[in-house]
């Protein structure tokens, strides 16, 4: 299918090449944009959005896990210090 060219629109009409409702296509894509490519580069946006969402998330995650390793063993370390100095 031959799609014609911004300024060849209105003279296509005019010779009957293209119908009416591709007229109306062409003029609302050249008016408005290609509204597909730009729900398209949204939802691109949204995916990248929410993946870096997830990531940061489970860095956080991993992050909270290893500092509550880190503390527990720090913790075990101080209250064997205390019953230590306790009994002795």
Known sequence: MYIPIKHDIEKQKILGIISN?????LKMRELHGNYYEQKRLWHLQYLEKYYKEKEAKEQEKVFNETLDK?????????????????FS
């Not at 880190?70 to 100095?85: A, D, V």
């Open 70 to 86: 880190k503390m527990s063993k720090f913790l075990e370390k101080e209250l064997y210090k205390k019953i230590k100095k306790a």
């Open 21 to 25: 409702d591709m007229y109306y296509i």
